[in-house]
């Protein structure tokens, strides 16, 4: 009898969230008492694989930002697991958090209020490395320019501050500040929402060449459904605090289930064929 061939088991995730709740404690009264709780994010669960994106995507409030802040331990977790090359991130002691940290970045929204403007452009590209110890000297300044370069900015960037950049160039130095230390994951948190169509598309193009060229994974965290059509292999569409629907990115925007997702399709056409002409533009 032939037997057919098993086909080959899928490859664990690089990140596996299960039931994550994030909760805030509403107090009152001179005692400021716990009265109730704001459930910010409410059992949550989604994977992330290697080398591939999956787009978190609701409405602001909806508590994106705060799985995003949860997951590097930023905000404390009020229960569930999540599971980064299978250890539990919340069960690591915070004395031992610095490993971690060099394999987890973010690249955040706000590109002027996540640079510190007394620092020079090299110094903040320079930083993660020098924390971690990874380079000194003249080749930390060799790193740093290639870094630079990398993300599509003048060597010379380095010697600049960041009042003296756009935003689409602020938000490229976040992106070499992250890939410093060559991280496995990179929580990209609304990293397009405040820059034009056109910029938005050349951010977009290039965390794709990064990932290509790197390997590296993305939570790319937006409200745009149209940005997460561009980026994204998976997509979770999150609802207040909870996913209400998450599939592949095919599956989701052409046969939504739920009708929030599909609430959130009606506005594609018109800011994604922007981008879309944006990014395909010579």
Not at 19 to 30: A, M
Not at 42 to 55: A, K, M, P, W, Y
Not at 123 to 144: C, D, F, N, T
């Amino acid at each position: 009898m032939i037997q057919a061939t098993p086909s080959p088991k899928p490859p664990p995730p690089l990140l596996k969230v299960e039931n994550l709740r994030t909760y805030f404690p509403l107090r009152r009264g001179i005692l400021q008492r716990t009265c109730g709780f704001i459930k910010a994010v409410d059992d949550v669960s989604f994977e992330v694989f290697r080398g591939r994106t999956l787009g978190l995507i609701g409405e602001s409030g909806c508590g994106k930002t705060t799985i995003g802040r949860t997951l590097l331990r930023l905000i404390p977790s009020t229960a569930g697991r999540a599971l980064f090359e299978g250890v539990n991130i919340f069960e690591i002691p915070r004395s031992q958090m610095r490993p971690l940290r060099r394999k987890m970045q973010i690249i955040f929204q706000d590109t002027a209020g996540s640079l510190n403007p007394r620092m020079r452009v090299g110094k903040i590209v320079a930083e993660p490395l020098e924390v971690h110890g990874l380079s000194s000297g003249p080749a930390l300044r060799a790193q740093v320019e290639d870094l630079l370069e990398r993300c599509g900015l003048s060597r010379h960037a380095a010697d600049r501050y960041p009042h003296e950049f756009s935003g689409g160039q602020r938000q490229r130095i976040g992106i070499a500040r992250a890939l410093a230390v060559k991280p496995m994951l990179i929580i990209c948190d609304e990293p397009t929402s405040a820059l034009d169509v056109s910029i938005q598309a050349q951010i977009l193009n290039l965390l794709k060449d990064l990932q290509d060229e790197l390997g590296v994974s993305y939570l790319f965290i937006s409200h745009d459904m149209g940005v997460i059509r561009h980026i994204c292999d998976r997509v979770a569409v999150m609802q207040k605090g909870r996913i209400v629907e998450q599939g592949d990115r095919d599956q989701i925007i052409d046969e939504p289930r739920h009708e929030y997702t599909k609430s959130l399709l009606r506005a594609v056409p018109r800011v994604y064929g922007r981008l879309h002409a944006a990014s395909s533009a010579p």
